[in-house]
């Protein structure tokens, strides 16, 4: 998670990118990392997660990462939950929970990943949440802030 962390610091540092990192490990080894590049990329689809696991599929060749551990600053959205899903990924670990940020992170419906992992019926796919939920919390802005309008892409 630490990993984690200090890549979406780098994010937080680059233009056109926000703050959310996501490193991916099988083995004990690094497959895949990055942070959000939807701003720099000009791609909705350029989250955190979505970056890690296109890396990892460069690395190894392939699209699947069975026994993989997917670790995100932020409690994944329902796309990059879906992603994982069809990556074969074996677990999600997550920092800050949903109510822990402002709104302005997350699509407007409030989807609980959990139901997308029933509803594909991955009984094999495991998350915990809350890892370093404080200090992930902390690189966002908080529920009650005001965030300026040009940031809030999702309201």
């Given at each position: 998670m630490r990993r984690a962390m200090?890549?979406?610091?780098?994010?937080?540092?680059?233009?056109?990118?926000?703050p959310i990192g996501c490193v991916i490990v099988r083995d004990g080894r690094i497959i895949g990392q990055g942070h959000n590049e939807v701003g720099q990329t000009?791609?909705?689809?350029?989250?955190a997660e979505v970056v890690a696991m296109?890396?990892?599929?460069?690395?190894?060749?392939?699209?699947?990462?069975?026994?993989?551990?997917l670790y995100s600053t932020l409690q994944p959205c329902g796309m990059c939950t879906m992603a994982s899903i069809w990556a074969g990924i074996?677990?999600?670990?997550?920092?800050?929970?949903?109510?822990?940020?402002h709104r302005m992170y997350f699509e407007d419906r409030h989807f609980d990943t959990m139901d997308?992992?029933?509803d594909a019926f991955k009984a094999d796919l495991t998350v915990t949440g809350g890892v370093l939920a404080d200090e992930c919390a902390a690189?966002?802005?908080?529920?009650?802030?005001e965030p300026p309008a040009e940031e809030q892409a999702n309201i």
């Amino acid at each position: 998670m630490r990993r984690a962390m200090a890549l979406a610091a780098a994010g937080e540092r680059a233009p056109g990118a926000s703050p959310i990192g996501c490193v991916i490990v099988r083995d004990g080894r690094i497959i895949g990392q990055g942070h959000n590049e939807v701003g720099q990329t000009c791609d909705p689809t350029a989250h955190a997660e979505v970056v890690a696991m296109r890396r990892a599929g460069q690395a190894l060749g392939q699209p699947q990462f069975r026994g993989a551990v997917l670790y995100s600053t932020l409690q994944p959205c329902g796309m990059c939950t879906m992603a994982s899903i069809w990556a074969g990924i074996s677990r999600i670990v997550y920092g800050a929970e949903r109510a822990q940020v402002h709104r302005m992170y997350f699509e407007d419906r409030h989807f609980d990943t959990m139901d997308f992992i029933r509803d594909a019926f991955k009984a094999d796919l495991t998350v915990t949440g809350g890892v370093l939920a404080d200090e992930c919390a902390a690189m966002y802005y908080a529920p009650g802030d005001e965030p300026p309008a040009e940031e809030q892409a999702n309201i």
